[in-house]
């Protein structure tokens, strides 16, 4: 499973504790930048990581600003992903088995480093449960197709 992580500014300092942190837990994310802790807009990050993300090069991915906010509207607009702005635990797990959640994301200035390191624990180790859940992302699904040709 590949997954990557990107970042505006304001969750650069976030995206590398991450980086760090799970990477001592085994996975290795794609870095998708930014870079340092310049000004950056934040839907150019989105746009390129879910172009790759709905184009199947990278599976799944997590998405930083400082809010979480602008970068999950920016990565909602992207057809066939599945952002989910996440400040709890439940939330994580709820976004990957309910809704299939393709995309975490998370505010750098908003959830300290610890929570948001357990915060995506509960997305990355969930499973998609199907079933009714599956009946709703396919509405979504068929939404898109019908709108966004
Ligand atoms: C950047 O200053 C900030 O606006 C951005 O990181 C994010 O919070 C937007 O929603």
């Known amino acids: 499973m590949k997954t990557l992580i990107a ?3 304001g969750g650069f ?8 942190t799970f990477k001592k837990e ?33 599976d799944r991915g997590i998405l930083i600003c400082g809010t ?6 920016a990565a909602n607009k992207v057809k066939g992903i599945r952002a989910a702005h996440c400040t709890d635990c439940f939330s994580a797990k709820m976004c990957k088995q309910h809704n299939n959640a393709n995309v975490i994301v998370l505010g750098g200035r908003i959830t300290g480093p610890e929570l948001a390191a ?5 997305y990355l180790d969930e499973e998609f ?21």
């Open 7 to 9: 970042s505006d500014h």
């Open 13 to 20: 300092e976030l995206k590398e504790f991450l980086k760090e």
């Open 26 to 58: 085994g996975h290795d994310f794609i870095d998708y930048g930014t870079f340092s802790c310049d000004s950056v807009d934040y839907p150019d990050i989105a746009f390129k990581a879910c172009e790759d993300i709905v184009s199947g090069k990278v």
């Open 68 to 73: 979480g906010i602008g970068i999950s509207i």
């Open 118 to 122: 357990e915060i995506l624990r509960n």
């Open 129 to 149: 449960l199907g079933g009714r859940h599956e009946t709703r992302v396919d509405k979504i699904k068929a939404y898109e197709e019908k709108m966004y040709k």
